[in-house]
């Protein structure tokens, strides 16, 4: 079983549309959960950083759920800059810095 | 600017060469890694290191070298037993301690002549 797991999608949604993520890990012991964007071609850059209590920066909203070891995202009034692939990623141990990565789902905003 | 800078960022390799990948960090990161992405697929670790002098096989060290001799850099070398090196190769750091998300360099696309 793979330590991070990921719908592929594609979603394509229109703009204006909430779209929703989730990604499960299978380590329940896992510390710490991050969302990070991939443009076509380049480097993964940090969207945000996933507390227990959940957290939202502007149209973007993370949540944990321990009970069922998932993390979502949530996107809100989806924009055409939107379209990206997003990574979860999973921190298992808090003895080391050692991170697994999901294949990521790729998200289409339409006109 | 704080940062990592990966070069170069287009390489080729011919059968049986060696290549190597420069990582540096001026962000006094301890940790470092070294992560393979195929097209349409997820980051795989190859080498990670979490102080000078000290690295640990990722899952598919397979064909790759590293070293550590400075906290700053982290280069990636590409022998030529790693027989299917076509890739995007990334280099990542992290400050220590759980809670921290890793920042990437751009990247490196390696190619086969």
């Known amino acids: 079983r793979k330590e991070v797991e990921q719908d592929p999608g594609p979603f394509n949604v229109p703009e204006g549309a909430t779209v929703a993520f989730n990604c499960t890990y299978s380590?329940?012991?896992?510390?710490?959960f991050f969302w990070y964007r991939q443009d076509c071609r380049k480097e993964p850059k940090l969207l945000m950083s996933?507390?227990?209590s959940g957290n939202e920066d502007g149209r973007f909203t993370a949540q944990l759920n321990r009970a069922s070891q998932y993390i979502s995202l949530l996107i809100r009034d989806s924009k055409l800059s939107d379209s990206a692939t997003y990574l979860c990623?999973?921190?298992?141990?808090?003895?080391?810095?050692?991170?697994?990565f999901g294949s990521g789902t790729k998200l289409n905003v339409k006109p | 600017d704080g940062g990592i800078t990966q070069s170069p960022k287009y390489l080729f390799r011919k059968e049986g060469q060696n290549v190597t990948l420069s990582c540096e960090q001026n962000?006094?990161?301890?940790?470092m890694y070294w992560y393979r992405q195929d097209p349409g697929q997820g980051l795989r670790l190859i080498y990670y290191?979490?102080?000078?002098?000290?690295?640990q096989k990722g899952d598919i060290a397979e064909g790759y070298s590293v070293s550590r001799e400075k906290k700053e850099s982290f280069p990636l070398t590409v022998t030529s037993a790693q027989k299917n090196p076509t890739a995007f190769y990334l280099c990542?750091?992290?400050?220590?301690?759980?809670?921290?998300?890793?920042?990437f360099g751009d990247g490196t696309r390696l190619s086969i002549l």
């Open positions: 996933v507390y227990s």
């Open positions: 380590n329940s012991a896992s510390q710490s």
């Open positions: 990623v999973v921190n298992p141990s808090p003895n080391f810095n050692k991170f697994y």
């Open positions: 962000l006094n990161h301890d940790a």
């Open positions: 990542a750091s992290t400050p220590g301690g759980s809670n921290q998300p890793q920042h």
């Open positions: 290191s979490q102080i000078v002098n000290d690295f």
